[in-house]
T-cell receptor, first 110, second 116 residues
């Protein structure tokens, strides 16, 4: 079983739609969680951290469920510019090894 | 405050040649990760290094690939006797020293290797 798993998609949604991605992780000792965004042929960049209490940044909301070992990303009112690949990232305790999911592709259409 | 620097950005090699990819982490970062991304695919973990130590190389192919992160200088990913299947984007990321909570990783712009 992969340490971090994501649905590869693609998710094809119209502008204005709400879309949600989930990511599961297998190591219960995982400590920190992030969502990264990767545009075509570019390097991944940090989108937001994920806290136990959940956090929101504009149209983006991230949630962590430690009991079920998954994190989620919700995007409201999708824009064309949201089209990208979204990577789930997990950091383990001890050694701070960073594990990236393979990513979920999102296409937002006009 | 320079970010993660990778060079070269683009590298073309003939089959059988060696490819050397360099990564200078952000200032103050002592953890380096190498990832490979094939066209239209996700990032695949290759190796995790700290200064002078390989911590986890479980994603590295058993042959032809090696990585180092010396005390001085950049981290190097070395691919010997390249084959067409090695053509990919190779990303390096760095994160702060152990002990820093919520340590996000910053990526370099990648090296695109093309084997002809």
């Amino acid at each position: 079983r992969k340490e971090v798993e994501q649905d590869p998609g693609p998710f094809n949604v119209p502008e204005g739609a709400t879309v949600a991605f989930n990511c599961t992780y297998s190591n219960s000792a995982s400590q920190s969680f992030f969502w990264y965004r990767q545009d075509c042929r570019k390097e991944p960049k940090l989108l937001m951290s994920v806290y136990s209490s959940g956090n929101e940044d504009g149209r983006f909301t991230a949630q962590l469920n430690r009991a079920s070992q998954y994190i989620s990303l919700l995007i409201r009112d999708s824009k064309l510019s949201d089209s990208a690949t979204y990577l789930c990232v997990v950091i383990h305790t001890g050694g701070f090894k960073t594990i990236f999911g393979a990513g979920t592709r999102l296409f937002v259409k006009a | 405050n320079a970010g993660v620097m990778q060079n070269p950005r683009h590298l073309v090699r003939r089959r059988g040649q060696e490819a050397r990819l360099r990564c200078s982490p952000m200032k103050g970062h002592s953890h380096v990760y190498w990832y490979r991304q094939l066209p239209e695919e996700g990032l695949k973990f290759m190796v995790y290094l700290q200064k002078e130590n390989i911590i986890d190389e479980s994603g590295m192919p058993k042959e032809r690939f090696s990585a180092e992160f010396p005390k001085e200088g950049p981290s190097i990913l070395r691919i010997q006797q390249v084959v067409r299947g090695d053509s990919a984007a190779y990303f390096c990321a760095s994160s702060p020293s152990a002990g820093v909570m919520d340590a996000e990783a910053f990526f370099g712009q990648g090296t695109r290797l093309t084997v002809v």
